[in-house]
């Protein structure tokens, strides 16, 4: 079948381009529409426009397209130089449209090559697509088309995370941050909790904490901390809840000058390196003096007392790495150097209290 | 002699699809991951070896993730390695700093301290001091002559934090054993290392700085070592390279080394991907056959951005490549078929071109000898490893780290059956005599040592 015919409508766009909408199997769309990538030729000349295929972006596609839920109500878009005509069209714009595709594809993919591509793998059913058709005049045209269709915005994270824990049925990279986008939320909302409107979300726009720093910290213990086992008790959600809230109520408690009116620039405590390096010092409290509760915590930390530069003076990271307060910034290394400093003190700590206690406890060092 | 496995998170998903090319449904890594110890129902090993370089942290980025390095340290090597069961408790787990990964630095960055802190956190058996690796190896000084000015700051810095070390691990005795490690420029400098380090108190030395070093040199620095430290004096090999080699060591009374060879070899090296004992007590490789990904392998990624390729057709070719030898494993398709397919399809991955455009090419036709010789052997067939039983032809194709890593445990197991089978093993080798599906004549031939233990 080389020629295809499609029940069209078209839209009144524009008096240069035509414009259509239709509905085709995914296995029609492979005959009239080709994937053009971007190349040189030897003299230099650019020919084609998208970019190759990214695997793992196919596979979450494919990934979902095989569920039998799945639907794709986004066009493939597909721009025509040639190989297309209209005819039988009516007032409402309702139409027919014909594809000569007897020498080759003549539609090129503008919008959709991944889809398409995740689409032609399924190999259990030929799901049917919205297919975009526009005509253009050239191909100059046409890539003028790639570049303004692809040039979108991206949603604002801080807003996809939010959206995150009322959506089901999302690839596992966006799941975890869904369970931990959930907690961060409730830590906000709740009124039981020590960080309640304290949270920097799309929606709370005052928060002064970061809220990818308290779902980094989620995320990390339900991946290799303690959350990970709570979280599988019956009320799991409850308990982690409890436990992060117990524990920056704890800081608080212990922190005070350094936690209340400040904001990140004021104080390290409520910066992202504070919130995320203390959230190890958490793991270490729970996992070596078994620590769940505020006062469990609060004892915990009591020995960092004296020994912070959460909003003046410097860290003594070691012989030679003292820095000002201020110079301990958000990324890794900081956070990492931060969180082994506080950690050696606090580990100490639980070590010199299970010496003193005359009944040593459970947990081993 | 110790055959020490170093790891760098060397786990494998047990449930991976290999013909969805998928892992298994909802597997969160690691977790649900297994370790060779896990996936063989054996360790193929008789320890392991975790550098502080590999866990990393604020000096050196290591390959644990954040929250893995921590964990690590909080719960424990042990607990963390999966060596907690009473099946592996009796094997020890070593620690180094790593030098490699920060031989450029002007000096370490890890204090003695600091690293008995960490070898006491994560519980370490046994640790090696803090060294600082000496490079421009010369075989032919004496004594301590010669050894830049550069070489010997080095050589003062491991001897001087080995001294700190002792004293910051004494704590530790009895549950801990710490190792002096020897970095120098000469067999002499080496052994001079050696004697100061045994001078400390150290019983357990370590031989750093052996990764550049031809065997021969290696063994004049143990010939060096061993004619100065008392017989009692246990010696480790660090990161010993030259693993093929081991059965020439003999004569050194080395007590352990650790490497990682067997099991990089099985997807950085060249030729040699796939090991089996040979008739004589040594190894036989193979190549593994190249079946990248066609959408995610780096080379062809270029190739298709400079848009010398199209991805569609790579896809195909792909497909057809996997059917080809798969159908040939089953007995349905012919050999020159086969390679034909294979061929068409690596040739643009292996050597960057498509392969009409070099029909010639000698290393097209090498790549083809060596397909060739890997599929008439069937190795895979003569091996009866937990990992060969369960993936068949699917453990000689080099593609992906679930089928190139378990290639590589495959080769551990081989690898610790060899070592266990020296001469200078042989008071212990007892339990490794076992043989194969004895109804099969092709696994007898390989009787005297296959790579599981227990079949």
């Known amino acids: ?365 | 002699m110790k055959f020490i496995f170093a790891d760098s998170l060397d786990h494998v998903d047990p449930g991976y699809d290999f013909l969805r090319d998928r892992y298994s449904e909802g597997r969160t890594p690691y977790w649900d991951d297994a370790y060779p110890h896990e996936i063989m129902g054996y360790a193929p090993y008789k320890g392991m070896l975790v550098s502080r370089g590999i866990v990393g942290g604020v000096a050196v980025g290591g390959k644990y993730t954040e929250a893995q390095a921590m964990r690590f340290r909080r719960v424990g090597a042990r607990e963390f390695l999966r060596l907690d069961k009473p099946e592996f408790e009796h094997l020890p787990i070593f620690g180094d700093c790593g030098a490699f990964t920060y031989h450029k630095e002007d000096k370490p960055p890890y204090t003695p301290e600091d690293t008995a802190e960490f070898y006491d956190d994560a519980r370490f058996t046994h640790g090696c001091s803090v060294d600082h690796i000496i490079f421009d190896f010369d075989e032919d000084l004496k004594g301590m002559e010669g050894g830049t000015q550069e070489a010997r700051r080095r050589f003062e810095i491991t001897l001087e934090n080995a001294s700190a070390f002792r004293s910051a691990t004494a704590h530790m005795s009895g549950r801990f054993t710490p190792m002096g490690v020897i970095q120098g420029w000469s067999p002499g400098s080496m052994a001079e290392g050696a004697r100061r380090l045994v001078a400390m108190g150290y019983d357990y030395l370590a031989l750093g700085g052996t990764v550049p070093l031809k065997a021969s040199q290696i063994k004049s620095c143990l010939a060096a070592i061993r004619d100065i430290v008392p017989a009692s004096t246990r010696i480790h090999i660090l990161g010993f390279a030259k693993a093929d080699e081991i059965d020439t060591f003999g004569s050194f009374n080395i007590t352990s080394f650790d490497t990682t060879s067997p099991l990089i070899r099985a997807f950085k090296d060249a030729k040699a991907n796939y090991y089996l004992p040979s008739k004589g007590g040594k190894l036989d490789y193979y190549t593994a056959i190249r079946v990248p990904q066609a959408l995610e392998n780096p080379k062809l990624m270029r190739l298709a951005k400079r848009g010398a390729l199209h991805q569609e057709t790579l896809v195909e070719m792909e497909k057809k490549a996997l059917s080809a030898l798969r159908a040939y494993d089953r007995g349905e398709a012919v050999l020159d078929e086969t390679l034909d397919t294979v061929i068409a399809y690596s040739t643009p991955a292996v050597t960057g071109s498509p392969v009409e455009e070099l029909p010639d090419a000698k290393a097209v036709k090498d790549l083809r000898e060596r397909y060739k010789r890997t599929l008439i052997d069937r190795p895979w067939k003569k091996c009866s490893c937990a990992i060969c039983s369960a993936l068949s032809i699917e453990v000689v194709l080099f593609r992906a780290s679930n089928r190139n890593k378990r290639r590589g445990i495959h080769n551990l197991g081989v690898y610790n059956a060899l070592v266990d089978q020296l001469p200078s093993n042989s008071d212990n080798n007892d339990h490794t005599q076992i043989s194969g599906n004895p109804s099969e004549t092709e696994r007898n031939a390989h009787r005297s040592f296959v790579c599981s233990e227990s079949v």
């Open chain 1, 1 to 365: 079948m080389t020629i295809l015919k499609f029940p069209a409508i078209r839209a009144k766009q524009s008096e240069t381009h035509t414009v259509l909408s239709f509905a085709a199997k995914a296995s029609d769309l492979k005959n009239f529409a080709v994937i053009e990538r971007v190349a040189r030729d030897e003299g230099g000349a650019l020919s084609g426009f998208q970019r190759p295929q990214i695997a793992g972006h196919i596979r979450e596609i494919r990934d979902y397209l095989e569920k039998p839920e799945a639907i794709l109500p986004n066009p493939i878009v597909v721009a025509f130089t040639t190989g297309i005509t209209i005819s039988e069209e009516a007032a409402d714009g309702r139409c027919m449209v014909e594809i000569d595709a007897m020498g080759g594809a003549p539609g090129l993919v503008v919008d959709g090559q991944q889809r398409l591509t995740a689409l032609s793998q399924v190999e259990e059913k030929d799901f049917q697509v919205f297919v975009s058709a526009i005509v253009c005049r050239d191909e100059e045209e046409l890539r003028r088309q790639f570049v303004l269709i692809n040039n979108t915005r991206p949603l604002p994270k801080s807003l996809i995370y939010e959206l995150l824990p009322t959506v089901r049925g999302l690839p596992r990279r966006l799941g975890d941050r869904s369970v931990a986008a959930d907690l961060a939320a409730r830590l906000n909302y709740d009124d039981g909790s020590s960080l309640k409107g304290k949270i920097y979300q799309h929606t709370n726009p005052t928060g002064i904490i970061r809220d990818t720093a308290i779902q980094r910290v989620v995320i990390n213990s339900m991946s290799d901390g303690v959350m990970r086992e709570l979280i599988r008790e019956p009320d799991g959600a409850d308990l982690s809840f409890a436990l992060v809230s117990d524990f920056y109520r704890a800081v608080q408690t212990v922190f005070l000058n350094e936690w209340e009116g400040h904001t990140p620039k004021t104080s390290r405590l409520v910066h992202g390196a504070g919130i995320m390096s203390l959230g190890y010092v958490m793991e270490v409290l729970a996992l070596l003096d078994g620590a769940r509760t505020v006062h469990d915590f609060s004892r915990g930390l009591a020995c960092l007392v004296g020994n912070t530069a959460w909003t003046s003076g410097e860290w003594n990271f070691g012989e030679n790495d003292r820095r000002h307060w201020k110079s301990v910034q958000n990324v890794n290394r900081d956070i990492v150097t931060l969180a082994q400093y506080l950690i050696g003190i606090v580990r100490a700590d639980v070590k010199r209290r299970r010496a003193d206690d005359v009944e040593p406890k459970q947990a081993s060092m």
